[in-house]
C-alpha cells in the first residue's frame, strides 16, 4: 500500500483578468488503501483534480551552473523578487504574439 503523500490541483471553470489560467486550488493528502484521502475540507463532488505526487526513486542531476542558477532564483523569491503571472503572460504574448 502507498501512503506516499500527494498534491491535488482543484481546476475552477472560472478565468480571471482575462488569463488563460483558471482558479485553483491546492490541497494536500495521503493515499490510504489505494484512495487519495485530503487533509482539510472536502473538494466539491465531481471536481476534476490532478494528483503530483513525489516520486523518491526519480529525481534530476544539476550541473553545478544550473544549481547555482537555481540556488540564486530560490534567493530571489526569498526575498520577495517575483513578477505574477499576469505579467508572465502579458511578456509571452508580447515576444510570441
Known amino acids: 500500500m502507498n501512503t506516499g503523500a500527494v498534491q491535488l490541483l482543484s481546476y475552477g471553470k472560472t478565468f480571471t483578468h482575462g488569463s488563460m ?38 529525481g534530476f542531476t544539476l550541473s553545478p551552473e544550473e544549481e547555482s542558477e537555481l540556488l540564486l532564483s530560490i534567493a530571489e523569491a526569498d526575498r520577495g523578487e517575483t513578477i505574477s503571472a499576469e505579467e508572465v503572460l502579458q511578456k509571452l504574448a508580447r515576444r510570441h504574439g
Open 21 to 58: 489560467l483558471p482558479l485553483m486550488k491546492i490541497a494536500t493528502g495521503k493515499v490510504i488503501g489505494g484512495k487519495v484521502v485530503i487533509d482539510g475540507a472536502p473538494l466539491e463532488e465531481g471536481v476534476s483534480v490532478t494528483v503530483l505526487a513525489r516520486d523518491a526513486e526519480n
